[in-house]
Nanobody
Framework: QVQLVESGGGLVQAGGSLRLSCAAS????????MAWFQQAPGNERQFVAA????????YAAQSVLGRFTISRDKTKSTVYLQMNSLKFEDTAVYYC????????????????WGLGTQVTVSS
């Protein structure tokens, strides 16, 4: 099993920055992909970005490309999401997810989830 705990959410003004963290535990992540999803009230849970634990290959949704950066620290078993140039439309609960295998963009492909952290961007 893999346990995931998000942190770092909060209230920030439009144009500002925030860094989310996802601490992982339970087993080795060498063959796993880690991802961030977002869900605003009344909307579907949507893919934001992902990274392979071993090689560090990354993929990001078009809506956040150039603004958000995903990374991982193997020594701390932690995945980060650096969010810059935040917009009001980025307001959502952000969830950390993991799956064994390659990066996928569909939420149904991920087996492990954190409880989420709220990000609110004021206009």
């Amino acid at each position: 099993q893999v346990q995931l705990v998000e942190s770092g959410g909060g209230l920030v003004q439009a144009g500002g920055s925030l860094r989310l963290s996802c601490a992982a535990s339970g087993r080795t992540l060498n063959d796993h992909a880690m991802a961030w999803f977002q869900q605003a009230p009344g909307n579907e849970r949507q893919f934001v970005a992902a990274i392979t634990w071993n090689a560090g290959e990354t993929y990001a949704a078009q809506s956040v490309l150039g603004r958000f950066t995903i990374s991982r620290d193997k020594t701390k078993s932690t995945v980060y999401l650096q969010m810059n140039s935040l917009k009001f439309e980025d307001t959502a609960v952000y969830y950390c997810a993991a799956r064994r295998g390659d990066i996928r963009w569909s939420r149904v492909e991920y087996d492990y989830w954190g409880l989420g952290t709220q990000v609110t961007v004021s206009s």
